[in-house]
C-alpha cells in the first residue's frame, strides 16, 4: 500500500539503489505578485503558484518561450529541513548565487532591490527526474538573512510557526495597556491618559489591576478579663 501522497511507482523508484539523483526546485512568490523559478539545474517542470514575469526578462538575451515551466539553475542548496511532532518550528537555510550578471549590477541582487521578497511565499521541492514527482515538498515564508556579491542567504519559515504567536500578549500591571483612543480604550478626547486608574476618563474601559488597598476599620484591642479565679478540686 503506497504511503499518503507517495505513489507506488514513486515508492519504487526511491527505493531502488542506483537512480538519478532528485533535483531541487524553488517558487517565490513576492508580495508585489512577481514570481521566480529556480532550480539547482535548468529544467522545465510545473511550478507549484506562477505570478507576473519580472521586469528584468525582457532584457535577457535568453528568453525561455513559457517563463513560467523553466527553472534557472541559480539554487545553490536548501537545509535544515525540519519536521517535529509538537509542531517546533525550525528555519531553513536556502542560499541562491549571486554571481550572473555584470559587476555593476548582480542579478539576483538588483530582483532584492526592485522586488518585495521580504515574506515572500515559497514552495521548496526535491523533484524525482524518472518519476516526474515530487518527493518531498515544503512550504512557507522568506526573510533575507544576507547579501554578498557571490550569494544570497535566506532563511526559510514554516507557514506556522508558534514561536510568532503569544497566546496573552498583555502582563499583569497597575497601568492600562489599551492604547490610548483606540476602540477598546474608547477615549477620544485629545488629551492622553498617564494609563493610570486616576487619570482615566472611562473607568469601565480600565485594563489592569487596583492592588491599593484602603483600610476603613481602626485596630481593635482584645478584651482580656482581670478578674481572678481560683479553681479548687478534690484529690
Known amino acids: 500500500m503506497p504511503l499518503p501522497g ?41 511550478p507549484v503558484k506562477t505570478g507576473t514575469h519580472p521586469a528584468w526578462l525582457a532584457g535577457q538575451a535568453f528568453q525561455p518561450a513559457n517563463y513560467d515551466t523553466h527553472y534557472y539553475p541559480w539554487l545553490l542548496s536548501g537545509t535544515e529541513f525540519h519536521h517535529t511532532r509538537s509542531q517546533q518550528s525550525y528555519q531553513a537555510n536556502i542560499v541562491v548565487q549571486d554571481v550572473s550578471g555584470n559587476t555593476l549590477q548582480r542579478d539576483t541582487a538588483g530582483m532584492i532591490v526592485g522586488t518585495a521578497f521580504e515574506g515572500a511565499w515559497f514552495a521548496f521541492r526535491e523533484w524525482n527526474p524518472l518519476a516526474q514527482q515530487t518527493e518531498f515538498e515544503q512550504h512557507g515564508r522568506l526573510t533575507i538573512i544576507s547579501v554578498s556579491e557571490i550569494e544570497i542567504n535566506f532563511g526559510a519559515n514554516g507557514l506556522f510557526n508558534s514561536n510568532d504567536y503569544d497566546g496573552n500578549p498583555y502582563e499583569v500591571s497597575e497601568t492600562c495597556q489599551w492604547l490610548y483612543a483606540s476602540l477598546a480604550c474608547g477615549d477620544t478626547t485629545n488629551n492622553p491618559c498617564q494609563n493610570t486608574y486616576a487619570t482615566c476618563r472611562i473607568p469601565n474601559h480600565f485594563f489592569g489591576y487596583l492592588n491599593n488597598v484602603v483600610f476603613t476599620s481602626a485596630p481593635s484591642v482584645a478584651s482580656v478579663s482581670t478578674n481572678q479565679m481560683v479553681r479548687n478540686r478534690l484529690v
Open 6 to 46: 507517495f505513489t507506488s511507482e514513486l515508492i519504487q523508484i526511491m527505493s531502488a539503489r542506483s537512480g538519478p539523483a532528485p533535483i531541487c526546485l524553488l517558487d517565490v512568490l513576492c508580495l508585489d505578485g512577481t514570481s521566480y523559478h529556480w532550480g539547482n539545474t535548468p529544467i522545465t517542470a510545473t
